[in-house]
């Protein structure tokens, strides 16, 4: 079950938390697009581990050799 699932059943229960108050708004009407971004955006800090970096590693690929040529062609 997701997080913003796991919130919305939250409601049911009619107890406050501020981060079913934020989905509430974002379901309103007149809400626009940049606002839902923006409160989805406060809301998965709270859900996913941001990534600082992704490291790749991979043995089988061989090396890329790149030439530069300044100035004159030979």
């Not at 997080?3 to 049911?12: A, N």
């Not at 971004?37 to 043995?59: L, M, R």
């Amino acid at each position: 079950m997701s997080v913003l699932q796991l919130l919305r059943d939250h409601k049911k229960d009619e107890l406050y938390h501020p981060l079913c108050s934020l989905l509430d708004l974002a379901d309103e009407p007149d809400a626009t697009v940049p606002d839902k971004i923006s409160i989805h955006k406060t809301i998965a800090k709270y859900c996913e581990a941001e990534k600082k970096a992704i490291e790749f590693v991979n043995t089988d690929i061989a090396p890329v050799n790149f030439r530069f040529l300044l100035g004159e062609s030979p």
